[in-house]
Nanobody, 127 residues
Framework: QVQLVESGGGLVQAGSSLRLSCAAS????????MAWFRQAPGKEREFVGG???????DHADSGKGRVAISRDSAKNTVYLQMNSLNPEDTAVYSC?????????????????????WGQGTQVTVSS
């Protein structure tokens, strides 16, 4: 059974940093892109950032300069480092993994590009 389990969320003050982790089990995702999405109350799920098998990353404009994606293929884990958090970053953050397009050169930006999803971890940023 494939599982993606996020951790590292919580309540932080504006200006703080957080590092989220997503540990995958049940199969290896090293050949596939993995990504982070977030969903705030009343809003659509949106792309935060992702990483290809080779380490190429892509980020949403809202996070550029504040967000870094990395992965440890040996641990089947992807990370999301977020700095200078602000209240607009408050959301449930979910990781996702593709399972159909190995060794791709680009990170899918749409939710339809991913077949496996974690349950999400809440990030709340207070002002």
């Amino acid at each position: 059974q494939v599982q993606l389990v996020e951790s590292g969320g919580g309540l932080v003050q504006a200006g703080s940093s957080l590092r989220l982790s997503c540990a995958a089990s049940g199969r290896t995702f090293s050949p596939y892109p993995m990504a982070w999405f977030r969903q705030a109350p009343g809003k659509e799920r949106e792309f935060v950032g992702g990483i290809t098998y080779s380490g190429r990353t892509d980020h949403a404009d809202s996070g550029k300069g504040r967000v870094a994606i990395s992965r440890d293929s040996a641990k089947n884990t992807v990370y999301l480092q977020m700095n200078s958090l602000n209240p607009e970053d408050t959301a449930v953050y979910s990781c996702a993994a593709d399972h159909l397009s190995p060794y791709g050169a680009y990170v899918p930006l749409q939710t339809s590009g991913y077949g496996y999803w974690g349950q999400g971890t809440q990030v709340t940023v207070s002002s």
